[in-house]
Antibody, heavy 120, light 107 residues
Framework: QVQLQESGPGLVKPSGTLSLTCAVS?????????WSWVRQPPGKGLEWIGE???????TYNPSLKSRVTISIDKSKNQFSLKLRSVTAADTAVYYC?????????????WGQGTLVIVSS | DIQMTQSPSSLSASVGDRVTITCRAS??????LNWYQQKPGKAPKLLIY???SLQSGVPSRFSGSGSGTDFTLTISSLQPEDFATYSC?????????FGPGTKVDIK
């Protein structure tokens, strides 16, 4: 059974860097899947942040591209998100998820989500 | 970005009802449309991909249709566990974008 688990600080100061890690079990991070980050501000809809392939190839949401880095650690079977220069608008539940490598692919496995609050 | 709209934004229904939710894209996205179900405090769950393909393990009472700009999610006979929020997602253009969601609650 594929499982994803987010971890990281739940509170980040404004102008700081949000850092989260997603540990993957039940699947190899080197498999033919893309590994994604999605966020959801409280009471609002879902926003796609970006994704990474095991080759290191990344795709980011243009609205966040200047502040986001997604990286992969094959030795630990995990991938990570860094979001720089955060503001209160970045307060959200952050999810990691898996997308299979297909044109119409959906996000078929998700982590439980972790709430990150940006506040001083 | 491609804008996704959904209607209605919420609906009340009874167990056994047939429920239809509509999703519209601001540009044609062929059949590159996915549907998710989300319950409070939980991660979304993929129901339908490619507009009409049922994700493994999802009950057959869920179905999807449409192409181009207009899509539909249908629940043929609403069950107690189906009360949730349903969101569509286009994956034709980057970035993938989600609809605002349709909340289905108990009448």
């Amino acid at each position: 059974q594929v499982q994803l688990q987010e971890s990281g600080p739940g509170l980040v100061k404004p102008s700081g860097t949000l850092s989260l890690t997603c540990a993957v079990s039940g699947d190899s991070i080197s498999s033919s899947n893309w590994w994604s980050w999605v966020r959801q501000p409280p009471g609002k809809g879902l926003e796609w942040i970006g994704e990474i392939y095991h080759s290191g190839s990344t795709t980011y949401n243009p609205s966040l591209k200047s502040r986001v880095t997604i990286s992969i650690d094959k030795s630990k079977n995990q991938f990570s998100l860094k979001l720089r220069s955060v503001t209160a608008a970045d307060t959200a539940v952050y999810y990691c998820a898996r997308r299979w490598a297909g044109a119409t692919a959906g996000l078929d496995y998700w982590g439980q989500g972790t709430l990150v609050i940006v506040s001083s | 970005d491609i804008q996704m709209t959904q209607s209605p934004s919420s609906l009340s229904a009874s167990v056994g009802d047939r429920v239809t939710i509509t999703c519209r894209a601001s540009q044609s996205i062929s059949s590159y449309l996915n549907w998710y179900q989300q319950k409070p405090g939980k991660a979304p769950k993929l129901l339908i991909y490619g507009a009409s393909s049922l994700q493994s393990g999802v009950p057959s009472r869920f179905s999807g249709s449409g192409s181009g700009t207009d899509f539909t999610l249908t629940i043929s006979s609403l069950q107690p566990e189906d009360f949730a929020t349903y969101s569509c997602q286009q994956v034709y253009f980057t970035p993938p974008t989600f609809g605002p969601g349709t909340k289905v609650d108990i009448k």
